[in-house]
């Protein structure tokens, strides 16, 4: 797995949120940006595990992605932050990123990687990116497929 194009495929997963009327569209990225338009997904950091099975036949990755949303009135902010984490719905960040799971039989990202999983949420808190605060979480995927491609 190529982990530079697992990570574009996931930010271009998360583009198929929709948000409320009247919130901004959300922006996303493959990599963590120098600075954001709220709201904003990006992929940060990941681990990779190799060898998960012989002769090069899998790896893991574990990618720590996350969302900012402009904390212009912190109540609100918080709910659409709260619609994005949410595991289903328009919003939804998960159910906008398992859909890259493909159909049953496919490869999950277009053909990048075997499966993918959102696993969890955390660090649901203030942020500061490029000297800006903004409310935001964490979100963990872990991507699964060919050690050897």
Same mark, same amino acid.
């Given at each position: 797995m190529q982990p530079s194009l697992i990570r574009e495929a996931i930010a271009g997963a998360a583009r198929a949120v929709v948000l409320p009327t009247g919130v901004a569209k959300l922006t996303t990225t493959g990599y963590v940006p120098d600075?954001?338009?709220?709201?904003?997904?990006?992929v940060g950091e990941y681990e990779q595990a190799y060898d998960r099975a012989m002769a090069r036949g899998l790896?893991?990755?574990?990618?720590?992605?996350?969302?900012?949303?402009?904390?212009?009135?912190?109540?609100? &902010?918080?709910?659409?932050?709260?619609d994005m984490l949410a595991g289903a719905g328009p919003a939804s960040l998960k159910a906008a990123i398992e859909a890259a799971r493909g159909a049953p039989g496919e490869y999950a990202?277009?053909?990048? &990687?075997?499966?993918?999983?959102?696993?969890?949420?955390?660090?649901?808190?203030?942020?500061?990116?490029?000297?800006?605060?903004?409310?935001?979480?964490?979100?963990t995927i872990k991507v699964i497929g060919e050690g050897s491609s």
């Open positions: 600075s954001v338009q709220a709201p904003h997904f990006f790896d893991e990755l574990t990618f720590t992605c996350r969302v900012l949303v402009s904390r212009a009135d912190d109540r609100s &902010a918080q709910r659409i932050l709260d990202l277009g053909g990048l &990687a075997h499966d993918l999983h959102v696993q969890r949420v955390q660090g649901y808190r203030w942020y500061e990116h490029a000297g800006v605060s903004y409310v935001g979480a964490e979100l």
